[in-house]
């Protein structure tokens, strides 16, 4: 079973409620995947923020030129790439619908991420503030062992789903959905996330969450 197959990639962009003329937040894009479907999705009236936080952007790799990149490619008028420390999110962006979370939320406990102060808890707030009345929080991640709470962020980048509707239901967040087909039975989660046994097939949550 293939995280990428292309039935569940249908059902995780139906269940992100991107639709046209919608403004998201892609945080930590990667290699802009997302932010390309969220741009064709939002269309000419739409926007996509496509967020590389400040604590990765000196990545070798250079992920904020990636993005500024993408945002000058043919049809790319809607998406803008944008980056600050990840607590300055709301400074560089405006008011939105979505925020899009894809196998990060685990970081905001390592300390790569909290090099510059940033915390699980002011990030949530941080979103909080930046969504609209009614705006979708959604995060998708890699899952660590029920009970675990945060512990295997560091080592195995996972984290307990419970501990993340904790987290995020304290900022003051509701739980409106969950995808179960991300699951993976197999997954023993005591692996890394990306070791060559179970990468590409981890056991994964989809939380949206709504700002009241």
Known sequence: MMMDDQSRLSELIRFSRVETGATVIDVFP?????TRRFSDIVGPKGRVYSFVPAEVAHF???????????AKEGGRDNVEAVSADLVAMP???????ILWLHLFYHDLHTKLIQAKGATAQAFNRAV???LKPGGAY????????????TR?????????????????????FVLDAEMAALA???????????????????????????KP
Do not use: C, Y
Not at 152 to 170: C, N, T, Y
Not at 184 to 210: C, E, M, Y
């Open 30 to 34: 990667g290699a802009g995947d997302w």
């Open 60 to 70: 070798e790799s250079d992920p904020f030129g990636k993005m500024q990149a993408l």
């Open 91 to 97: 400074d560089v962006t405006q008011p939105a619908d």
């Open 128 to 130: 909080f503030e930046r």
């Open 138 to 149: 959604v995060i998708v991640d890699h899952a660590a062992a029920g009970g675990t709470g």
């Open 152 to 172: 295997d962020a560091q080592s195995l980048h996972r984290i307990d789903p419970a501990a993340v509707r904790d987290e995020v239901e304290a900022a003051g």
């Open 184 to 210: 993976n039975d197999a997954d023993p989660r005591s692996a890394k996330a990306f070791d060559p046994s179970i990468k590409g097939q981890t056991d994964r949550f989809a939380f949206l969450f709504v």
